[in-house]
């Protein structure tokens, strides 16, 4: 039996869209391709509100974070972290050899502007990391706030982890001057895991080129020029079967009309959100708490273990906490394909079954 996924990742994916990944294959060095590819960049610019360049990259997230900060770090990183995934950031930088620094914030609780400032303000750092959305602590970073404080720092490269975003929250990105946004597919793109995306500009494209050692797989700079000079090809072998889906979807994505998406998001998380106060108690400062997943805190020292085993039963996951947070937190996911109806669906069955849980 399928399980009707509540969890920040893999998210419910449509029949027509799984559909679309069986398409035949085509050759990755054919005209077809480059058509492929450039009506996929043309779609995620009205997504990610850009106009420039987008990089695909057969991998997770995770590798395009690792990408962007190696390739683009020529002197010293800050990495701004909220939970599991900024700290991943810098753990990409270490492993790297990338001289970097990271502020984290105490769980539950936003980077704030006045942070980015303390730190940019030391003219240390030609890059800095923000997470958009962090999924272990259900924290919504505002970029707007954080925009207006870099703006003060124009030569500081600003990258975004917007993974678990994405299409499920507004980010305008030439708006907001963000130099690298990152994201992926199996989130609110509603999409099987298995590829990145990201959009670059041209100011960091340019200045890449002052970093020496950027690896070859995960280089955004070897990425563009494939695009530049093969007329939007690939660099490497890409995953053709995600492309096809990607492509699909993202018509799915426009005709449902970015607004009317991002209202459909923001309905779910009120809605779960009021339903965590009333049940338990919401995780992070409310004010930052995120619309694309709800961290609740596990007031009732329930196992959500059972609850899951329970939940399966009636065709539903959720997710426990993640890291440090696994039993002090519960999570549901409402990104992508779901509707506020599922989410009625999943709390009102997890309150059916808490007076039986042991």
Known sequence: MHKK????????????????????????????????????????RKVMFTQNPILLSTSSGSGLMEGSIRSLTAKRAVVFSVGAFGNRWFKMAEANGIPADKHEAEPGHPTTPEIVDKYLSTGKYDVMTITHNETSTGVMNNLEEIAEVKRKYPDVLWLVDAV??????????????????????????????????????????EYGKNVKHRGMYLDLL????????????????????????MNYQLDRIIAEGMENRFKRHQEMAEYTRA????????????????????????????????????????????????????????????????????????????????PNLK
């Open 275 to 354: 339903w965590a106060k009333e049940h338990f108690a919401l995780f992070p400062v409310e004010k930052y708490a995120s619309v694309t997943l709800t961290t609740i805190t596990n007031t009732k020292g329930i196992s959500v273990a059972n609850l899951n085993s329970e939940l399966g039963k009636l065709g539903m996951q959720i997710s426990n906490g993640y890291g440090d947070l696994k039993e002090k937190t519960f999570r549901i996911a409402h990104m992508g394909e779901l509707t506020l109806n599922d989410l009625k669906e999943v709390t009102q069955a997890i309150e059916k079954i808490l």
């Open 222 to 245: 070897e990425l563009y020029k494939y695009i530049e000079t093969k007329d939007h090809q690939y660099a490497f072998t890409p995953s053709l079967s995600h492309m096809f889906a």
């Open 5 to 44: 996924l509540f969890i920040p990742g893999p998210t419910e994916v449509a029949p027509e869209v799984l559909a679309k990944m069986a398409t035949p294959m085509i050759g990755h060095r054919t005209k077809d391709a480059s058509n492929l590819q450039r009506e996929i960049t043309e779609k995620l």
């Open 164 to 205: 678990s975003s994405l299409a499920g929250a507004k980010i305008e990105v030439d708006k907001l001057g963000i130099d690298v946004c990152i994201t992926s597919t199996q989130k609110c793109l509603a999409l099987p895991p298995g590829m990145a995306i990201c959009s670059i500009t041209p100011r960091a494209l």
